[in-house]
């Protein structure tokens, strides 16, 4: 699925040529995410699935068909409000597992702040650019979700933490009980 909404973004921000370095990071993840695909099909065997091929000529195909504008650059209009609730399943799933687990230990601090300040510097730089409402309101509810994962990703990893001062009482050492002068 994000793969489809990273393509989807890639040819929206193309087709209305918009500067390279407004979306830059969506052909990075695209790569990274084919690459991640890759290696998990072969990993699970399912690279020479009789699927796997059918599937990746109709993603070239759709691809194509967009980049040659057999389907009109229009339609990537509708499309585009499609990637925010795909973006917005992954986040909230991903605050639903913090809390049913009360755990955060499978999130990255670090990770989710880059997440909020670059969705929130694409924000920014499409109202500079372009002022397109569409990335305006997906960045918006992004920078918005992401900084929810961040809030719950610190609030569980807080909890998890020990105090620095033990209110636990020692027990004496063995040594002084059997210490023989």
């Known amino acids: 699925m994000e793969i489809i909404g990273y393509s989807i ?10 500067t ?3 979306y830059l990071e969506y052909p990075a993840l695209l790569l990274q995410e084919y690459l991640m695909l890759f290696y998990v099909l072969r ?3 399912y690279l020479m699935n009789k699927y796997t091929p059918l599937n990746v000529a109709i993603y070239a195909f759709a691809l194509t068909a967009f980049m040659t504008e057999i389907i009109p650059k229009e339609t990537l209009n509708y499309l585009v409000p499609i990637c925010l609730p795909l973006s917005g399943i992954a ?9 049913k687990a009360s755990n955060s230990d499978a999130i990255s601090i670090e990770t989710w702040a880059m997440s909020s300040l670059t969705n929130g510097g694409r924000f920014f730089s499409v109202y500079m650019d372009s002022g397109d409402k569409h990335l305006m309101f997906n960045y918006g509810v992004s920078v918005f979700l992401s900084g929810a994962v961040l809030i719950t990703a610190i609030y569980y990893q ?10 636990r009482r020692r027990e004496p050492s063995v040594r002084r009980h059997y210490h023989v002068d």
Not at 9 to 18: D, E, G, R, W
Not at 158 to 167: F, G, H, N, R
Request: glycine share 6%; charged share 15%; net charge positive.
């Open 9 to 18: 973004m890639t040819l929206y921000n193309y087709k209305n040529h918009y």
């Open 20 to 22: 390279l370095f407004t």
């Open 43 to 45: 990993a699970k065997g």
């Open 91 to 99: 986040k909230v799933s991903y605050i639903r597992g913090m809390i």
């Open 158 to 167: 807080l909890q998890s933490q020990e105090p620095a001062i033990s209110t």
